[in-house]
Every structure is written in C-alpha cells, then in structure tokens.
C-alpha cells in the first residue's frame, strides 16, 4: 500500500498515469515502494520529452518533483546497486535523447526491478 504523502502534489499524474505504471511495476516487483520510484522514473523521463520539443517549465517541475520522490524512495528502500541502477537509467535517457536516440526506458527499468527481487 502506497502512503498518501507519497503521492502529495502528484495527484493528476496518479489519475492519468502514474497508476497504470504503477501497476505494470508492481506486477514485477515484491516492493510497493520500489514499483512507486520506478513508475515516477518513467513519468518523469516520459514528462522531460528528451529527445524531442523541449517541455513546459512547469511540466518540467513535476517531472523534477517525480525524480526527486522517486530517489528518496531509493535511498529508503533499495539497495545501494538498485539506486544505482537507477541512476544510470536516467543518464542513459538524457543521453540517448540528446542524440536524439530512443531508450528503452520500461525495458531497463523492468530488469531493475526483477533484479532487486
């Protein structure tokens, strides 16, 4: 069960997507926190549009907001190699769209979170 606080300012991405990610993740994960960190990953990379038309600033906020939850979910809930792992997800993605390649942001985010099992 995910805590209310943890979705405090999220609620409209919850209700459009961040639910249906939620779930995808939560199928392959024993851990509610860590499907909640890798679906706010994915929305917020998703959100950034890297790669493409530089987003609004205040999509941009919420998606710094989404990066921000998601690495304190990490640090309180995985393992140093899954923050890790993590981590280098997102820089893999800005790089791929600054060169304007696509990633496979959900591929690498599943095999995260099977591996932390």
Known sequence: MIATSELAGLEALWANQLESLYDIYRAESSSDELALAAALVEVALTE???????????????????????SRILAEHASTETQIGF???????????????????????????????
């Not at 950034?48 to 998601?70: I, K, N």
């Open 87 to 117: 981590a280098r997800t997102v820089e893999d993605a800005a790089a791929a769209g600054a060169e304007g390649r696509v990633h496979p942001l959900r591929g690498r985010i599943v095999q995260l979170v099977r591996a932390a099992r």
């Open 48 to 70: 950034q549009r890297l790669g493409s038309e530089a987003a609004e600033p205040a999509v941009l906020l919420v998606a710094d907001l989404c990066l921000a939850r998601a």
